[in-house]
């Protein structure tokens, strides 16, 4: 089994101040992990995904995040926020076998970007 | 960029009444899957299915769920008698049949039990 903690549920940040939104795991199995944004209204857009190999993950809209294996985390940072990040971000798991993905999600954490 | 399609967008229905949502996955995916958000809480994983039969089911995938393959391009969740607690997002997803492929949501449903 696995499951995924956020424990931030609304995270506020002025424009263009630095911001982390913490994930953590658990899991038995390897794992691979994920962000998902959701803007007001619509669907989930994958932000960045870790499947193996550098720690360290790029994603879009500036947005990063670090795999920590000893620690089972995986959180997200961005240097700079801007409005427009205003959104709920949603940290994720899966334990793939060959094509299936079950992917198990976080309670998420609303990021409110204040000009 | 490919993309999962969902209609309707928004499905309002009595209580007790039948109602499908219709999915469309990336056309050459084979693993296909539904999941629900309740307003204000987390999205969470009803059923995926794989070569024309459910692979696995949540605790909340009960009888009054169903899901098909009807065709090629469609994948279907039925609900059978809806209640109340229906009222939620709908989420398909399609993957190919690499374990690195990337997991495609479609944009939802917004089913409204009155």
């Known amino acids: 089994a696995q499951s995924v903690t956020q424990l931030d549920s609304q995270v506020p940040v002025f424009e263009e101040a630095p911001v982390e939104l913490r994930c953590n795991y658990s899991s038995s199995v390897s794992v691979y992990l994920f962000w998902y944004v959701q803007y007001p209204n619509q669907g989930l857009q994958l932000l960045l995904k870790y499947l193996s190999g550098s720690t360290l993950v790029k994603g879009i809209n500036g947005f990063e995040a670090e795999f920590n294996k000893s620690q089972t985390s995986f959180h997200l940072r961005k240097p700079s926020v801007h409005i427009s990040d205003t959104a709920e971000y949603f940290c994720a798991v899966s334990s793939p076998s060959g094509g299936y993905q079950k992917v198990t999600f976080g309670t998420g954490t609303k990021l409110q970007v204040i000009p | 960029e490919p993309e999962v399609t969902q209609t309707p967008s928004h499905q309002v229905t009595q209580m007790g009444q039948e109602v499908i949502l219709r999915c469309v996955p990336i056309?050459?995916?084979?693993?296909f899957y539904w999941y629900r958000q309740i307003l204000g809480q987390k999205v969470e994983f009803l059923v995926s299915f794989y070569n024309n039969e459910i692979s696995e089911k949540s605790e909340i995938f009960d009888d009054q769920f169903s899901v098909e393959r009807p065709d090629g391009s469609n994948f279907t969740l039925k609900i059978r008698s809806t209640k109340l607690e229906d009222s939620a997002m709908y989420f398909c997803?399609?993957?190919?049949?690499?374990?690195?492929?990337?997991?495609?949501f479609g944009p939802g449903t917004r089913l409204t039990v009155l």
């Open positions: 056309s050459n995916h084979l693993y």
């Open positions: 997803a399609s993957t190919g049949l690499a374990s690195t492929d990337t997991q495609y």
